[in-house]
Structure formats: structure tokens, C-alpha cells
């Protein structure tokens, strides 16, 4: 049957009673007993996925957006249906957000394929709810448009602003270092998260949401509205109004999802000095889509990208001055030599149409122009070398630039306990010079690649004045943070990769501009080391539920940390082009 002849509104995916006609008969005797008519019944029904959550406040707006959603659904002549998918709140969850942002991209996806929907609105935020709930709209094949809540407001403190979370980061390394006391520091944490959204610098959710937009999948404008905002009700409106027309379309996200269009959402991940959670995450989705994510390509095209908006952690504004600035489309403007215009957007029309349509520009300081960058190449750069022989990646532009070429004795951390246990112990050997090492954080051996590769200056070297040092972990860290620091390393230690070979005081080579990290031990006392490792014990719980399936099927960080099986057979393409 094909798509123009299937069933659609209630009558798509109809539960099996053995009688298809007594199937939609109940469906909808089921459905009146909610007040709807049959005059409802016979519109589109257009499904809203809602992660509101009383453990997730950057979603505290996701009941307003929903509403205003519905209000545009029915405008446009659909039945408007929220459903409840898992809510990850990034601050709430144990041991990570990340070892769940696969379950909720299965949730939502078995959610939109079991349901009678005709489009669906993806209402996220925070950090791992968009990509999972586009990882879960490449993998269901339904027509589906993106809606985030919106970044917070910032808050000041002693005539101070401050924003969530780069700000929470370096007020609490001032308290380590004894800089700021009991008190200030809890009232520093009052001023931090002051509104409801979700953080206001360009961390992972920032950069998700601009990387949303321009892959296509939201409405012109919608990443960098604040929360609280009213455009950002008149904008869910519209979000509504247009996934009744997706439906009659049937404009599904493979249309949209093209190689190109991941190119162009990697390039301005480089361009915003996003955060490194976003590569991660969009080689998920692009996976989803049968696309291979080239790092070495992405490195090339880092080279070719500069950072243009100078918003923290790499720079000095927040996102609402990036509204102020004109969003998203200022930047595009800038970068438009450099991306595929051609893609279709959800609007049903290309980007290049959407930016000719965009407001003409006007003064602002938030993004630079194309040949005034606020530094020559993008912000995240891809390493190789003994140490990372899959890759490592680094966000260069958050780090300090005397340290970007650096080498160092290794200081090393077994595990994220060991870690805890010694890194403020006044008798750790340690000095400014050297280079922290964190193992057994990755995917597997965390279990699920926590941001805890942001290893905190130790307490003494901290009180000494020390702000930054090189650290290498196969973790992951926020990307509200900032230093020199290595991540994603491939293959983790947990699977026996380089990591897990370093030992204390070995030397540490890190050349950012070679692209390199490598450990300077010869070759025959590594093959000694690799042939006494054995790896780490299983974790607790681990021999059942769902920390099983993520153990046995989650991949490495630069395939995406999805579930093998969670993606296509066949690979189409690759991206960048």
C-alpha cells in the first residue's frame, strides 16, 4: 500500500483486535469519551511530544508551548494530541544524561510509530532531548517539526552578570581556590539559573537548538528566542500551524535530513563555538539517517571555519543577545559562501530562500563578520596520534592558547572514584606542568560518557593561582565549560584503547596545530602494558535491564554513542561534502 492510500488521522496504525473496522469503531467511541466529535476525528491528528517534568526545570515552559502549539494546530484545521515521552533533565540524572538520551530516542520513536499521528511536534531543550527526539524522528520516517523551549535569561550578582553554566563553572572554581566563601557562593548559586529555559550560554542545548535550525527541522528563528519570551508562544503557534501542513506535504525529515544539510549544521557548530556534546550527538542523528559523520573531513572543515559569535564559553555574550543580534540568520548571512543552500527546510522552501526572507540586518556585536572572526578557525578540532588512533577531539576555542602546544608528565585517574577519592589531596604529586589523565569514563567504562572530562584544577594547584591545565579523559564535558582539555579519546580505556596503557609520570605530547596526542613510550614496553591489562570489572547492575543493552550494543564517541542496532544497515552517504 502506499503512502497517498494509507489510512491517515485515527484510522493510521489501527491496534490489532482481528477486525479493522471494530478496531476504529473502539478507537473512536474511546476517543469521544474525551469530548471530542466526530467532526474532530476526522481532522489530521498532529501528535506533541511533551517532556514536561517536574525533574527537568528547563522545561518549566513546556505546558505554555503546548498549548500555543494546539492553538496553531487547530487554527490550521488538525487535531491537536500531546503525548508524555521521557524528560531528561540534565542536572538530575545518575550517572549521566547521556546514558539514557538513547532510551528516549526509543521511546519517542515506538511513542510516534504506535500512535495515530500524521505529523508530530518535538517539543525539547535540554541537552539530550533534542537529539534524542531527533534521532527518534530520522529513525520513524513521520512528517516532524522541532520546537525547543528557549535558553533562560541571565541573573547578576554584585553588579555581576552571570549565566548558567559557564558562570557556575568559574564561580565555583573561584570558591576552590578560596577566592569566594561559604555565603557568596550560595548566593552566586541563587543568581545563576534566574528564569525558567535552558542555559543561556552556547552549551550543549544552545547549540543543539542552532544546529537544529540549520539542519532544517525547525521553523526560521526558533533557536535563540528566550524561554520567557513571548515570541516564543507566537513562534510554538506557528510550529503548529505548520505541522498540519507537513502532514498534507508529507514532507518527512529524509527530505530534510540530506548529507548537505548535516554539513551545514556542522559548520555552524564550528561557526558558534558550540559545544562538543554537538558533534557527538548530530553523528547520532546523521547515523539515524544512514550518514556517516567523516571526522577528518570536519576537521578540514574546521580549518576553513572560523568562530563568529562571541558568546561564552568562547567569548563574552549570552543567547539572548543573540536574539537581540537577529538569531541564527545573522549568522547564516555571514557563513552563507560556505553553506548548501539548496536544502529544504520544514517551511518547504531552502535555506537560501528562508535567508533571503530573513529581516535585513542591523548594528549589533554579537557576531562577527565573515573576515573579522573572533578566532581564524573553528572551535572544535579532531586529534589523532598514538594515544587517540580513532580520534580525540578538543575545543580549541575555550582553551588557553600557551597550552594548545604543550607537553607534560601524566598524572593519572583510574576512574571517576579514584578521581574523587585524590584530586584534592594536599599530598598528590602534582604540578602545574603536568597532565591530568581521567580513564574509564567513557561510554562503556563510566557506563554512559559523563562530563566529567572538565577534571577540576586541583585544589592546591587552584589556591596557588593556577586557572588551566591539559587534561585528557574519554569522557565528555559540558559545553559550558572551558580549558584545555581532551576528549571523546577513541577507543575508551574500558575496551583496552591507549588510555588505559598510560602510566603515571609517562610523557604526554598535545599539538593542536599537527592535530596530535601521543604518548611518548617506545612501542615494546607498550605491547608489555597491553599484554598485563585486563579490563575493568562490570558494573554494578550490569547483567540486566537496560544498562545491559547500553553496554553490550552502545558504540564509541565517534560513531555517536547510539545503539548498533538503532541504525541502518546500509550507509548512503557521508557528511561533511
Not at 556 to 574: E, H
Amino acid at each position: 500500500m502506499s503512502d497517498e492510500d494509507r489510512p491517515g488521522g485515527m484510522g493510521r496504525g489501527l491496534t490489532h483486535y482481528g477486525d479493522a473496522g471494530f478496531s476504529l469503531f473502539l478507537r473512536k467511541s474511546f476517543a469521544k469519551s474525551m469530548g471530542l466529535s466526530d467532526r474532530d476525528l476526522a481532522r489530521p491528528v498532529i501528535g506533541i511530544a511533551n517532556t514536561a517534568s517536574g525533574f527537568n526545570n528547563c522545561h518549566r515552559t513546556v505546558p505554555d508551548l503546548i498549548a500555543a502549539v494546539k492553538r496553531g494546530v487547530m487554527y490550521a484545521g488538525g487535531l491537536p494530541v500531546d503525548f508524555p515521552t521521557m524528560s531528561l533533565g540534565e542536572p538530575y540524572l545518575t550517572p549521566t544524561s547521556m546514558l539514557y538520551r538513547n532510551l528516549m530516542a526509543v521511546d519517542t520513536e515506538e511513542m510516534i510509530r504506535a500512535q495515530p499521528m500524521d505529523a508530530v511536534v518535538l517539543v525539547g531543550g535540554c541537552d539530550k532531548t533534542v537529539p534524542a527526539q531527533l534521532m527518534a524522528a530520522a529513525s520513524a520516517g513521520l512528517p516532524a517539526i522541532v520546537l525547543v523551549t528557549g535558553p533562560m535569561m541571565t541573573g547578576s550578582w554584585r553588579g555581576e552578570r552571570l549565566g548558567a553554566c559557564t558562570d557556575c563553572r568559574r564561580q565555583w572554581a573561584r570558591y576552590r581556590a578560596g577566592e569566594l566563601d561559604e555565603d557568596e557562593i550560595d548566593e552566586v548559586g541563587g543568581e545563576l539559573s534566574t528564569t525558567a529555559g535552558t542555559c543561556m550560554v552556547m552549551g550543549t542545548a544552545s547549540t543543539m537548538a542552532l544546529m537544529g535550525e540549520a539542519l532544517g527541522m525547525m521553523l526560521p528563528g526558533g533557536a535563540a528566542i528566550p524561554a520567557v519570551h513571548a515570541d516564543r508562544l507566537r513562534l510554538a503557534e506557528r510550529t503548529g500551524r505548520r505541522a498540519v501542513a507537513l502532514a498534507a506535504e508529507r514532507l518527512t525529515p529524509d527530505r530534510i535530513m540530506t548529507p548537505a544539510a548535516f554539513t551545514n549544521a556542522l559548520r555552524v557548530l564550528l561557526a558558534c563555538g558550540g559545544s562538543t556534546n554537538g558533534l557527538v550527538h548530530m553523528t547520532a542523528v546523521a547515523g539515524r539517517m544512514g550518514i556517516r559523520v567523516d571526522l577528518a573531513a570536519f576537521d578540514r572543515m574546521s580549518r576553513e571555519t572560523p568562530v563568529l559569535v562571541d558568546l561564552k564559553p568562547s567569548g563574552a555574550h549570552y543567547m539572548e543577545d543573540l536574539h537581540k543580534a537577529g538569531g541564527l540568520a545573522t549568522m547564516l548571512r555571514e557563513l552563507r559562501p560556505l553553506l548548501a543552500l539548496d536544502c529544504l527546510t520544514v517551511t518547504g522552501r531552502t535555506l537560501g530562500a528562508e535567508l533571503d526572507a530573513a529581516p535585513a540586518p542591523w548594528p549589533q556585536e554579537v557576531v562577527r563578520p565573515l573576515d573579522r572572526p573572533l578566532t581564524a578557525e573553528g572551535g572544535i578540532a579532531v586529534l589523532g596520534g598514538n594515544l587517540a588512533p580513532d580520534s580525540a577531539i578538543i575545543k580549541q576555542a575555550a582553551a588557553s592558547p600557551a597550552l594548545l602546544s604543550h607537553e607534560g608528565r601524566a598524572v593519572v585517574f583510574d576512574s571517576l572514584a579514584d578521581m574523587a577519592e585524590r584530586i584534592d589531596d594536599p599530598a598528590l604529586d602534582v604540578a602545574a606542568e603536568d597532565v591530568l589523565v581521567l580513564r574509564n569514563a567513557g561510554p562503556k567504562g563510566a557506563p554512559g560518557m559523563p562530563e566529567s572530562g572538565y577534571i577540576p584544577i586541583p585544589r592546591k594547584l587552584a589556591r596557588s593561582g593556577v586557572k588551566d591545565m591539559v587534561r585528557i579523559s574519554d569522557a565528555r564535558m559540558s559545553g559550558t565549560a572551558f580549558g584545555a582539555i581532551v576528549l571523546h579519546v577513541c577507543p575508551e580505556a574500558a575496551i583496552g584503547g591507549p588510555l588505559a596503557l598510560v602510566r603515571g609520570g609517562d610523557r604526554i605530547r598535545l599539538d593542536v596545530a599537527a592535530r596530535r596526542l601521543d604518548l611518548l613510550v617506545d612501542d615494546r614496553e607498550l605491547a608489555r602494558r597491553r599484554q598485563a591489562w585486563s579490563p575493568p570489572p562490570p558494573h554494578p547492575g550490569a547483567e540486566r535491564g537496560y544498562l545491559k543493552l547500553h553496554l553490550d550494543h552502545v558504540e564509541q564517541a565517534d560513531l555517536g554513542c547510539d545503539l548498533d542496532f538503532l541504525k541502518p544497515a546500509r550507509t548512503i552517504g557521508s557528511t561533511p561534502v
